[in-house]
């Protein structure tokens, strides 16, 4: 019976091995802030063995390319540029950049400039033909339409929120739900959200009925996600330091149902929230404070309700923003000021380790994100 057990042992052992040593490093892009003639979108590889980081290259993505998203059906990444002048033209940016995973090699596509200016985020729609987009400096958002390459091609439609009241929209988050049947609008200025159906022929966006969903005064919502069938919301509040849920309707509409500090009681200074995800087992909640300089972490129950689990530094300043790896197993905190990313460990029972595996240097990091 020992040499049984001794035998099955080994043979685990030896699978482990080889399939580590099979593994691939992922590949993960950072962009940046940038200043003069910076590269803004650095590749790394990442080693799941070692939860390190090494830089693989720098590439040019326009001026602050500070958020971005693929288009795998086309191995396209879609930069934005944050910036309120582009080439001359006042506006903001998109780049357009190939990504050829066998070699590495990136090249830019196209560039193209978006009415108003100060974009902060960009989204790519479930059809995979149009991009949207939210400019935070001008409260505004807009639609790219894309052509059959998903290059883009025009400004299908764009939407400046007035000023109510002497206070500023800050259009800061647009997405669809994962069903694609709604897009969603975060507004950290004048504290709602705003739901729109999308006119696949025209690329407009409508408001739906009771599409504009109030939140409490400076509470400032910046970045959602949904639950794996969308009947759950879940926002961070960047300037209320809270996590909304919110239960979706069968029309998309939001109805309030939990609300939650992110920061730890009796802390005495500045807070902004920033990032919020949900890990790959969907039993966790993570979320980042910058001021308080940490990730929290919140068990989802079965009704989707979250109960704090606990909380651990970012390992650096500002942590801006935080991806979780494709396996699930690594969570990687960007942190603006200090200009680092810091890589822990999740554990399954607990949601994450707490302490850093390892931390590697970049200027200003203000998005991360995996691709295959």
Not at 29 to 37: A, L, R
């Amino acid at each position: 019976m020992k040499r049984y057990f001794i035998f099955i042992f080994s043979i685990v052992l030896v699978l482990e091995l080889v399939t580590s040593a099979c593994k691939r490093d992922l590949k993960l892009f950072v962009g940046s802030f940038t200043e003069g003639n910076e590269k803004g979108l650095s590749l790394f590889d990442f080693n799941e063995r070692k939860g390190s980081l090494k830089l693989v290259s720098k590439t040019d993505a326009g001026p602050n390319p500070s958020f971005f998203c693929f288009s795998e059906r086309h191995n396209l990444i879609y930069a934005i540029n944050e910036v309120m002048e582009l080439r001359g033209k006042p506006g903001g940016g998109i780049t357009t950049l190939k990504y050829d995973s066998e070699t590495g090699l990136i090249e830019k596509q196209n560039e193209i400039l978006v009415p108003y200016g100060g974009p902060c985020y960009v989204s790519l729609s479930a059809d995979s033909g149009f991009l949207f987009v939210a400019n935070y400096a001008s409260g505004s958002i807009a639609v790219v339409k894309l052509d059959k390459s998903g290059i883009p091609e025009y400004v299908s439609d764009s939407i400046k929120y007035e000023t109510e009241k002497n206070v500023y929209s800050r259009a800061h988050m647009i997405k669809q739900d994962p069903s694609g049947k709604h897009v969603y609008v975060t507004d950290l200025g004048l504290d709602r959200i705003m739901i729109y159906d999308l006119d696949r022929n025209s690329g407009k966006l409508n408001l739906i009925n009771d599409g504009i969903i109030p939140l409490p005064k400076e509470s400032g919502p910046r970045h959602f996600v949904f639950n794996t069938d969308g009947s759950k919301m879940y926002v961070i509040n960047e300037l209320g330091s809270t996590i909304m849920v919110f239960n979706v309707d069968n029309d998309g509409r939001l109805e309030p149902f939990q609300a939650i500090p992110t920061i730890k009681k009796g802390f005495n200074g500045s807070n902004s929230c920033a990032e919020i995800l949900i890990g790959k087992n969907g039993k966790f909640l993570y979320g980042s404070n910058r001021g308080e300089n940490s990730i929290v972490v919140f068990k989802i129950a079965r009704d989707g309700s979250i109960g704090l689990d606990r909380r651990i530094s970012c390992g650096g300043d500002w942590p801006r923003n935080f991806v979780i790896d494709p396996s699930g197993r690594f969570l990687l905190a960007g942190n603006q000021k200090s200009g680092d990313i810091s890589v822990f460990k999740i554990n399954r029972i607990t949601g994450i380790t707490g302490n850093y595996m390892s931390k590697t240097k970049i200027k200003a990091p203000a998005f991360l994100e995996f691709v295959d």
